[in-house]
C-alpha cells in the first residue's frame, strides 16, 4: 500500500517576480506553469499577482513557464524552464527579456 505522505515530504513553491513588481500588470497577459503530469491540475495559468504556486512532492522535474506579453509590447510568449530541486537551498534561474524603450515609454504611463 502507497502512503502518500511517505512520500510527498518535500512542500515546495515555485514563483516569477519581477524587478519592478508595480509596473508588471502593464506588461504581462497571463503566465502559464506546467507543472509534472502526476500532479492535479498540473497546469496553472496565473493573469495577476503573485504568481506563485505551492504544492507537496518528493520527485523532482523541469517546470516549463510561459510567458504571455501584452500586446503593445511586441513581444511572442517568452518561454523558460527551471528545474526543480530540493538540494540546499533549492535552484534559482533567473531570465531577462528585452523590450524597446520607445514602446515602454509610449504605453507604461496608460
Known amino acids: 500500500m502507497l ?16 524587478d519592478d513588481p508595480n509596473q508588471i500588470d502593464k506588461f504581462v497577459e497571463k503566465i502559464v506553469v506546467s507543472l509534472h503530469p502526476t500532479f492535479t491540475d498540473p497546469v496553472v495559468t496565473f493573469t495577476k499577482q503573485p504568481f506563485k504556486v505551492t504544492r507537496r512532492g518528493w520527485g523532482v522535474f523541469d517546470i516549463p513557464v510561459k510567458i504571455f506579453w501584452k500586446k503593445w509590447t511586441g513581444l511572442e510568449p517568452s518561454i523558460f524552464s527551471h528545474f526543480l530541486s530540493f538540494e540546499e537551498d533549492g535552484k534559482k534561474s533567473k531570465f531577462k527579456v528585452k523590450i524597446e524603450r520607445a514602446k515602454i515609454e509610449a504605453n507604461v504611463g496608460k
Open 3 to 18: 502512503i502518500t505522505s511517505d512520500y510527498n515530504k518535500h512542500e515546495w513553491t515555485f514563483f516569477v517576480k519581477f
